[in-house]
């Protein structure tokens, strides 16, 4: 008999989670629950089961995966316990929404996990960070067997870590696109072509991105890159006559402080 997934919400975190999983060969049964039925063309494409209401699915489902926004977990977890047995265990991928909060939510008494990865897991093997508070060798096992073929999974030791891991890996990605676009307006803004400007950034983050992998030094490879009294030494003085690297760690700290109090007006 093969094992159920189910997954609750079809939106961009479920879409490259599916994609990560697509590539990958495996028996899991995996069902999407959305109330928003505009979204059960998934079905088709990552051969799944769609549904728009909440159903005995769930009973048989060995995982549960929240992925929805913090602010539905209420409901969301209101809408589930009428379906919830006690061999499933539900994994919580959402930003700032404590175990604790989770657990006072939920009428069964079942393993809660909370995750945290970011959008990157379509592609390669990206991260999954996971904390549990009661651990044991059943959930150890049910958790790696579905993420291990598709995932690198990292057990954090406090919830705390997994806020961090929020503020740095989940945000993550964000970060870097953030810098795609200042690169590719400064081509647009020297007159590039759009298309011209997307290609050649996008090229440069991707080129970096693979000498970054091979370089462990980063200070090494600035050197190599920037000659004294040359253009990038130029670049380089003025993001950090500007702290660019205070603004940037400053801005990695408010995102921790808000994933450890994300529902906080
Ligand atoms: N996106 C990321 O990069 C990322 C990274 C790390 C962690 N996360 C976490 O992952 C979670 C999901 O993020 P996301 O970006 O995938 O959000 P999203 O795109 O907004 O997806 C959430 C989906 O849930 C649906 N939904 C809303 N209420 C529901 C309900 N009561 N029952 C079932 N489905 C419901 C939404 O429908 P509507 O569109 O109609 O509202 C939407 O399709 C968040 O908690 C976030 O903190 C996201």
Redesign the pocket.
């Known amino acids: 008999m093969s094992s159920e997934v189910s997954i ?7 879409v490259s989670l599916l994609n990560g999983i697509r590539k990958i060969k495996h028996t899991y049964k995996i069902n999407v ?4 039925k505009k ?1 059960r063309s998934i079905a088709k494409k990552f051969n799944i089961n769609f549904f728009s209401s909440y159903t005995n699915v769930l009973c048989k489902s060995d995982l549960i995966i929240l ?4 602010n ?1 977990y209420k ?2 977890i209101d ?1 589930i316990n009428p379906f919830i047995s006690d061999r499933s265990i539900v994994l919580s ?4 929404i404590s175990t604790e909060k989770i657990k006072n939510q939920i009428d069964v008494n079942v393993p809660v996990v909370r995750c ?4 990157t897991i379509s592609n390669d093997k990206s991260y999954i960070f996971y904390f549990v508070k009661s651990f044991n060798k059943h959930i150890n096992i049910k958790i790696n067997k579905f993420f291990n073929k598709f995932s690198k999974l990292k057990k954090c030791k406090s919830e705390e870590e997994i806020d961090k891991i ?1 503020a740095l890996y ?2 993550g ?1 964000a970060y870097y696109v953030y810098f795609n676009q200042i690169i590719r307006d400064s081509f647009t803004a020297m007159g590039y072509k759009e298309k011209e400007a997307i290609d050649y950034t996008n090229d440069l983050i991707s080129g970096s991105a693979n000498i970054i992998k091979d370089n462990k030094r980063s200070d090494d490879l600035i050197e190599k890159i920037a000659s004294k009294g040359g253009t990038t030494q130029a670049a380089l003085l003025e993001l950090n006559n500007n702290k660019l690297n205070n603004i940037i760690s400053k801005s990695i700290i408010k995102a921790y402080k808000k994933s450890k109090n994300i529902l906080k007006k």
Not at 93 to 96: H, Q
């Open positions: 609750i919400g079809a939106g961009n975190l479920t629950i959305d109330i928003n979204k992925m929805v926004k913090p539905n409901d969301v809408s991928f959402m930003a700032g945290m990865t970011n959008i929020t989940g945000s990605p």
